[in-house]
């Protein structure tokens, strides 16, 4: 996470970081929620983390897409 912010801060490979980290986020948080949520699915707080770490992913994932991408000149 702090390799993708200080990437996006210096705009070198901001978006494919910001992209991956993301992946990375959604794919921790399906496991982990996905577990919880599947045995317990009748308790307010997993969905609410559940739902709250989803938000989170989703914010990386706009983030990337509002990063501009490098131009290449061939």
């Known amino acids: 996470m702090v390799l993708t912010g ?38 307010p707080l997993f969905w609410t983390a559940a739902m709250l770490d989803l938000a989170i992913t989703c914010g990386v994932f706009i983030l990337a897409g509002d990063l501009c991408e490098e131009e290449v000149s061939l």
Request: proline fraction near 0%.
């Open 6 to 43: 200080a990437s996006v801060l210096i705009n070198k490979k901001g978006r494919l970081t910001a992209i991956s980290l993301g992946a990375f986020l959604l794919l921790i948080n399906l496991l982990h929620h996905g577990y919880l949520v599947a045995n317990g699915w009748h308790t």
